[in-house]
């Protein structure tokens, strides 16, 4: 190998440490932990908290360990069982994270960023949260929604899934704690004409004599989803209420609830035969229908009645 080569060797050896090492320079918390000390950013972020397993569903949650409950015990967001016995053994250190100031160096924040910085109030600390209004903007929030400039934020899907909320997950149902009504249930009159029948896992629906689905969403045999009181009440644990902006983290938080207009519905359906199945969401404005065609190998979004999308699967 001759000089030249071995000097532009070493030359790009060391213009490659010097450039590792300056990213290096970038992170904050490879060495010594930045642990995230409050739970505002949850779920994305947690602070010190309570790691749960429901006593009645077996659902796993955390609670806030930094203002727990006056009771001990905490409330199962996703059945409700009031009961679950706050213990030293279920304690967690707060998420250890590390903070990269090397992207705030070559752009400028973006709407929905979490962003590091140093707390204005315990300037030895520093603070975690999430951008919402950018230079310049005015920024509203009115019935729990977020408002710039005078128009609703719109989140993004990949955004949405990120820091969805769980509202209930039906893989998980009360074993402890009789007469229940249930969380899903046909609509039918009586019920026991529906073809709905739950199953240990899931649901299974087989149409029942002179049931015809082409005549229209009025005759389809639903099953219709019942939403619990699934946090600290007078009121009956299974009180239907509409889908509030409550989070179970929050144990020890009271302030007035919002009803939630972002919602989505996750399920796995296994088909057998042609058929078609509907879904169906309802606000105090709209009605949404989504009808599965198996058959078509297609899907058709109506609004009020009115076809808005259709799709190939």
């Not at 213009?15 to 505002?40: K, M, W």
């Not at 706050?86 to 709407?111: A, K, M, N, S, W």
């Amino acid at each position: 190998m001759n000089w030249r080569r071995r000097s532009l060797l070493i030359l790009m050896a060391g213009a490659t440490c010097g450039l590792a090492i300056a990213r290096l320079l970038c992170l904050q918390g490879c060495v010594a932990p930045v642990r995230i000390a409050s739970g505002s950013m949850v779920p994305v972020l947690f602070g010190a908290h309570y790691a749960i397993v429901c006593e009645d569903c077996r659902f796993a949650f955390r609670a806030d360990a930094t203002s727990p409950p006056a009771t001990g015990e905490a409330v199962c967001p996703n059945c409700g069982f009031p009961s679950n016995r706050l213990t030293v053994r279920q304690l967690r250190h707060g998420q250890r994270v590390v903070i990269d100031r090397f992207p705030e160096l070559i752009r400028r924040p973006r709407r929905w960023d979490l962003v590091a910085f140093r707390d204005p109030v315990e300037p030895a600390s520093r603070a975690v949260k999430r951008v919402v209004g950018l230079p310049g903007e005015t920024i509203a929030i009115h019935r729990g929604d977020l408002y710039v400039d005078g128009q609703i934020a719109r989140k993004s899907i990949h955004a949405q899934h990120a820091m969805a909320v769980l509202v209930h997950d039906d893989s998980y149902r009360p074993t402890r704690t009789d007469n229940l009504p249930a969380r899903w249930e046909p609509t039918c009159e009586p019920a026991s004409a529906s073809g709905w029948r739950q199953r240990e896992v899931g649901y299974e629906f087989t149409p029942p004599a002179g049931l015809d689905p082409a005549s229209g969403a009025e005759a389809i045999d639903w099953l219709a989803y019942r939403n619990w009181r699934c946090f600290a009440s007078p009121l009956a644990r299974s009180a239907p209420t509409p889908v509030l902006d409550h989070y179970g983290y929050n144990q020890n938080t009271s302030r007035g609830l919002q009803a939630v207009s972002d919602l989505s519905l996750a399920c796995r359906i296994r088909w057998s035969g042609d058929g078609r199945l509907w879904m169906r969401a309802q606000t105090s404005l709209d009605t949404f229908v989504v009808e599965l065609d198996r058959g078509l190998q297609a899907a058709t979004l109506r609004r009020e009645g009115r076809a808005v999308g259709r799709y190939r699967c």
